[in-house]
C-alpha cells in the first residue's frame, strides 16, 4: 500500500514536474518573495514533496528500465505503458475522489510531447490525497465544457437546418386576383379579391382589394332591354382593368352570379332572364379576364356562401401555428344571417337532424365536415318585404286611392302607382282581379307601431307545419345555436334603428324598445337625426320586419339574441356570400386539411446561415481563449 501511494504521488510530481517542475525551481530559489497566491503555494508544496517521493524513485521510474535508477540524473517523464500502470494504481487507491484532470491531462500531454518529441500521450489519470484537492478544483476551473457547449451550439443549429422542412422559393411573382360580381336584386358590386401568388392552397389569405357600386339597379331590372344590364357593368370592369396589373389580366377568374331579383325574373320570364344573362357574359367576356360564368344562385347556394365566407373571415376554419402549419382553429363556427333587398338566408351548423333535405348541406373543409341547416325565403328581402306590406295594407283597406300606412311616419304622404306595388311575383297573391297598372294611389303615415306590427304580422305564416317545429311559411328549422352575424340589411337597419332613436339595441326588450320609438317619430325628428332621407320613411317597417323575423320567425330569444353581431364587414372585406363563392369555385378552399409546410424564403434562409456564421465565429473565439487561458494558468502555476 505504501510502495503503490508512493507510485500515485510520483506519478502526479512526474506530470507535474514535467512541466512546472524549471518555474517552481526558479521560484524556490526567491523566498522572500511576497506571499503566493495559496493555490499555487499549495501547489508548489505537493510539487516539492512528489518530486521528493520520485526523486526516491527515480530509478524504478525511468523510462525503459523496471529496475531502481542509481544515477542523479534529472526527472524524466513516464512512457505511455508505465503511465498506464500508475493510472490503474490510482484509480484502485482512488476510487472516490474523481478528478478529470483533462488539464492536468494537458500539461502532461505537453511534457511529454515536448520531452519525448513524437510520442503520443493517452494517459488519463486520478489523483486523491487530501492535498490534491487543489488539483481538483485546478481541473474543474480549467475544465469549464467551453468546447462541449459549442459542440452542442454548432449540432442545435446543425440540427436545426437540417430539420426545418426548406424548399426554393421564387420571389413571389405579387398577388393572383379574382373578380366576383354580386348581381343582387337591388344593385350590383363588382368585388376584386387578392392572395399572395405563392398561396394557393386555401391558408386564409384572401382579402378585398377593392369594391366598385355599379350605378342603376340589379340586372334584373334591365329585363327586356337587350343589351342595357351588360353596359351597366362597364364602368366597374373598366376600374378592375385598370386596378388589376396587366400581366394578371389573363389569369384572373371572373364571376358574375345573380341572386334574388333573377330569382324571381327567371320565375316571371325565364326568356328575360336567359337574356340578362347573356348580356351580362357577353360584356364581361369582352374584357381581357378569364371569365368562369354568369349564373343565378339557388338560395341554398346563396345562405351556404354567405356562411363560408363569414367563418373565413372569422378564421373559424384554420388558424396558423407557430410552427409553421395550418391547424383546424378548433373554434365553433357562425351562423350567418342576410337580409338581401329580395331574399333573407339563415344559415348555421347543427347537429339536430334537418328534416327537410331543401334545407341540408353539407360540406368539407380543410379536412372537417360541417352540417348545415340553410334557407332562403324569396320574397321576404328588405325591399319585397316592403312591396308586400304595402300591398297588404292597400288590399286591407279596399284598393282604396288614399291608404292610411301605419309604418310611414306620421304626416308623411307619398304618392305611386298600383304597378310600383302589384308587378312583383311577391305580391301576386295581393293583386285585385282586374285593376289599372297606371292608376295613383295616395299613401298617409299614421306611425303606428301596433298597427304596423299588426300588417308586418300578416306576412308571415305560422300555421301547418308539417315538420317537428318551423320557422314559419311551413319551412323547417331547427333551433338555432351558436352566435351569429347579421349582414347586407340586417346590418343597415340595426345601426339606423341605434342612430336615430339612440337606444342600443341587443336584447330583444331593446329591439322592441327601439322598434317603437322609430315608429312613432315623425318624419322631421327623423331627418334631424339620420343620414339617409330616402330610406326614413322605410326605418318603423324594417325595424319591425328584423324584430318579426329574427325574434318570433326564427326563434332568437334572450339568451340566443345577444350572440348576433350585426356588422357588414369583417377587416377591409365585405361580409355577404360573395367571397365565400369564389373561394369554394376557384378551389381556394380546400376539402382536405391544408397541412401546408411553410417554406424558409431566401431572406429567412440567409438570415439562419449569418447566424451559423456567428456562432462559428464566437465559438472558435471561445475554444482560443480557453486555450491561451490554460497555457497562461500553467505559466503561472509553473511560476
Ligand atoms: N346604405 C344602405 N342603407 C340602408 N339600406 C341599404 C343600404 N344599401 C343597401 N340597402 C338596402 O339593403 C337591402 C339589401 O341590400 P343588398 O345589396 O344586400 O341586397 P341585394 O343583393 O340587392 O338583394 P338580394 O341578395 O336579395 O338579391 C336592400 O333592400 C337595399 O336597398
Known amino acids: ?51 521528493r517521493v520520485s526523486r526516491k524513485l527515480q530509478a524504478r521510474l525511468a523510462v525503459g528500465s523496471s529496475e531502481p535508477h542509481r544515477g542523479s540524473s534529472p526527472l524524466q517523464p513516464l512512457n505511455v505503458k508505465q503511465l498506464r500502470q500508475k493510472k490503474g494504481i490510482a484509480e484502485r487507491l482512488a476510487p472516490v475522489s474523481v478528478v478529470p484532470l483533462r488539464t492536468l491531462n494537458v500539461h502532461l500531454s505537453q511534457s511529454l510531447k515536448c520531452q519525448l518529441p513524437g510520442r503520443k500521450p493517452a494517459v488519463k489519470a486520478r489523483i486523491s490525497t487530501s492535498r490534491k484537492s487543489h488539483f481538483h478544483f485546478m481541473a474543474q476551473f480549467s475544465a469549464l465544457p467551453i468546447a462541449p457547449i459549442a459542440l452542442l451550439l454548432f449540432g442545435l443549429v446543425g440540427i436545426l437546418l437540417l430539420t426545418i422542412p426548406s424548399q426554393d ?8 386576383y379574382g373578380i366576383v360580381l354580386d348581381a343582387g336584386s337591388s344593385h350590383t358590386s363588382l368585388y376584386i379579391y387578392k392572395w399572395p401568388a405563392d398561396k394557393q392552397n386555401g391558408t386564409g389569405v384572401v382579402s378585398q382589394h377593392s369594391e366598385c357600386s355599379v350605378e342603376g339597379g340589379g340586372i334584373s331590372s334591365y329585363a327586356g332591354q337587350v343589351g342595357a344590364a351588360g353596359r351597366s357593368l362597364r364602368a366597374c370592369l373598366n376600374r378592375a382593368v385598370e386596378e388589376i396589373p396587366k400581366e394578371k389580366h389573363p389569369n384572373t377568374p371572373v364571376y358574375l352570379g345573380a341572386t334574388a331579383g333573377m330569382r324571381l325574373l327567371k320565375m316571371s320570364s325565364p326568356q328575360q332572364s336567359d337574356q340578362v344573362l347573356a348580356d351580362v357574359g357577353s360584356e364581361i367576356q369582352s374584357f381581357p379576364f378569364s371569365f368562369r360564368g354568369a349564373v343565378i344562385l339557388s338560395g341554398q347556394e346563396e345562405g351556404a356562401y354567405g356562411w363560408v365566407t363569414v367563418n373565413y373571415l372569422l378564421g373559424n376554419f384554420i388558424k396558423y401555428g407557430f410552427v409553421g402549419r395550418w391547424f383546424s382553429s378548433g373554434r365553433a363556427t357562425v351562423g350567418a344571417l342576410d337580409f338581401g ?30 352540417s348545415l341547416y340553410t334557407h332562403s325565403f324569396l320574397c321576404y328581402g328588405q325591399d319585397q318585404l316592403l312591396k308586400k306590406l304595402l300591398a297588404q295594407i292597400v288590399k286591407s283597406q279596399g284598393y282604396a286611392p288614399e291608404v292610411n300606412h301605419p309604418c310611414y311616419p306620421a304626416n308623411l304622404t307619398r304618392t305611386l302607382k298600383m304597378e310600383d306595388i302589384f308587378d312583383s311575383p311577391c305580391t301576386v297573391h295581393y293583386k285585385p282581379n282586374t285593376y ?15 298597427n304596423c306590427l299588426g300588417n ?26 351558436g352566435d351569429f352575424m347579421a349582414f347586407s340589411a340586417f346590418y343597415f337597419i340595426h345601426s339606423s334603428l341605434q342612430k336615430v332613436t339612440g337606444v342600443k339595441v341587443s336584447t330583444p326588450l331593446q329591439l322592441e324598445d327601439a322598434t317603437k320609438t322609430v315608429c312613432s317619430m315623425n318624419y322631421s325628428q327623423m331627418m334631424s337625426v339620420a343620414d339617409k332621407p330616402d330610406r326614413l320613411k322605410d326605418y318603423c317597417a324594417s325595424s319591425v320586419f328584423i324584430k318579426a323575423l329574427l325574434l318570433r320567425g326564427y326563434g332568437f330569444d334572450d339568451a340566443s339574441f345577444p ?44 438570415m439562419l446561415l449569418f447566424l451559423f456564421i456567428v456562432l462559428l465565429i464566437i465559438c472558435v473565439f471561445l475554444l482560443l481563449r480557453a486555450r491561451s487561458k490554460k497555457k497562461k494558468g500553467g505559466n503561472e502555476n509553473a511560476i
Open 169 to 176: 422559393v421564387q420571389d413571389a411573382p405579387g398577388f393572383m
Open 1 to 51: 500500500m505504501a510502495l503503490e501511494n508512493e507510485l500515485l504521488v510520483s506519478s502526479a510530481a512526474v506530470f507535474l514536474t514535467s512541466s512546472f517542475w524549471k518555474g517552481l525551481h526558479q521560484r524556490a530559489a526567491f523566498p522572500s518573495q511576497p506571499a503566493l497566491n495559496p493555490f499555487v503555494q499549495n501547489v508548489r508544496e505537493l510539487l516539492h514533496e512528489t518530486t
Open 456 to 481: 308586418v304580422s300578416e306576412l308571415f305564416s305560422y300555421d301547418g307545419c308539417p315538420f317537428s317545429r318551423c320557422s314559419f311559411d311551413k319551412v323547417f328549422q331547427p333551433k338555432v345555436t
Open 436 to 450: 289599372n297598372p297606371q292608376r295613383s294611389l295616395t299613401l298617409r303615415g299614421g306611425g303606428h307601431y301596433e
Open 563 to 606: 350572440g348576433i353581431s350585426f356588422q357588414n364587414t369583417a377587416g377591409d372585406t365585405s361580409v355577404g356570400w360573395a367571397l365565400g363563392y369564389m373561394l369554394m369555385l376557384s378551389n381556394l378552399l380546400p376539402a382536405e386539411s391544408a397541412g401546408v409546410r411553410k417554406s424558409l424564403t431566401v431572406g429567412a434562409w440567409g
Open 341 to 370: 333587398g329580395a331574399s333573407t338566408q339563415i344559415t348555421f351548423v347543427t347537429q339536430q337532424k334537418v328534416e327537410d333535405e331543401e334545407n341540408r348541406k353539407e360540406l368539407r373543409l380543410y379536412g372537417h365536415d360541417y
